[in-house]
């Protein structure tokens, strides 16, 4: 489904040396597939997902998605990526104040094409399976960091999509929500038959993939890509 071509990005600053950012990274996730990336702050992680997602465009390489080259679509092939076959969880996540959890949760299905009603329908059982039941009204600036962050999983998850980059998804929460929320994705990934790519820096997501990468320095190191469990569930 998702198959990274020896990958580069290189930041060239004002001032100061370039960044080779992302290193002749290659890599691919299957249907149903939920690969965790490890790698330490600045390894390369959000700039590979920016790759993948059309954000940043590769000074080398290529992002094929269902055999489509990322870097060949035009604005109107972009967006209609990013709306219907991406969902991105963000590392950080700027909420505007007046929507609400619900109303956040729905707005891509409405940019779909969906009816604010029936798009506020499909989003209240996502909201609820994360545990935002009785936070649905608020406003995101009412919102604790770790519910934000579970509000931008609802928004990345709504529209089903068929590809999920996750930047860091369980970064602002506790062992037990970060848990809930790596189940759901694995589930998600399970039950949708999509591709999972998860960028974290948290241990216990590799008892939900069925692969595990480590990027250093923007390249991927190959003795750290141990098979784990090939059924995610939580650990004992
Ligand atoms: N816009 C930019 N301009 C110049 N350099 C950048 C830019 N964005 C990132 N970098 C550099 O590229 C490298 C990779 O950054 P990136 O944000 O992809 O890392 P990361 O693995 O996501 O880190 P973190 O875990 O802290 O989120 C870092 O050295 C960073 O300083
Ligand atoms: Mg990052």
Known sequence: MLEVRELVKEYRPVAGESVRAVDEVSLSVGAGELVALYGPSGSGKTTLLELIAGVQRPDQGAVLVDGQEVAALDQRGLDRYRLFTLGIVPQSLRLVDGPTALDLAALRLTEQ???????????????????????????????????????????????????????EPTGNLDTRRGQD??????????????????????PQATHYAHRTLALHDGRLDASKAAPADPVPGPAS
Do not use: F, N
């Open 113 to 167: 094409g969906l009816s604010w009603k029936a798009a506020h329908q499909r989003a209240m059982p996502l909201l609820e399976r994360l545990g935002l039941r009785a936070r649905a009204d608020h406003q995101a600036g009412e919102l604790s960091k770790g519910e934000r962050q579970r509000v931008a999983i609802a928004m990345a998850l709504s529209t089903q999509p068929r590809l999920v980059l996750a930047d």
């Open 181 to 202: 929320v790596l189940s759901l994705l694995a589930e998600y990934s399970a039950e949708q038959g999509a591709s999972l790519l998860l960028v974290t820096h948290d």
